[in-house]
């Protein structure tokens, strides 16, 4: 839960805020800045569950191999 929240406090609070106060031209806060940080926030939430989910498909398949490696191994 900690990544997650990091993500979104990062991609939907701080990045936002940034590139409101470097814009050239002044941004208005709403809806301008609130909507980048709900998109940038989704959009880091995206990335980290997809970015997990990925991680324990790669190690269940790799488990998986190791099983069937050893099954092979010993039945010769």
Known sequence: MKTYATAVLLAGVVIPILLHMV???SMPWWPD??????????A????????RIERE???RLWSALKIL???WTSTR
């Not at 800045?33 to 989704?42: E, N, P, Q, W």
């Not at 880091?44 to 970015?51: I, N, R």
């Open 69 to 71: 490696g050893r099954r």
């Open 33 to 42: 800045t609130v909507s980048m940080g709900i998109a940038f926030g989704a």
């Open 44 to 51: 880091a939430l995206a990335v980290v569950w997809k970015t």
């Open 23 to 25: 814009a050239n031209e």
């Open 57 to 59: 498909t790669n190690r």
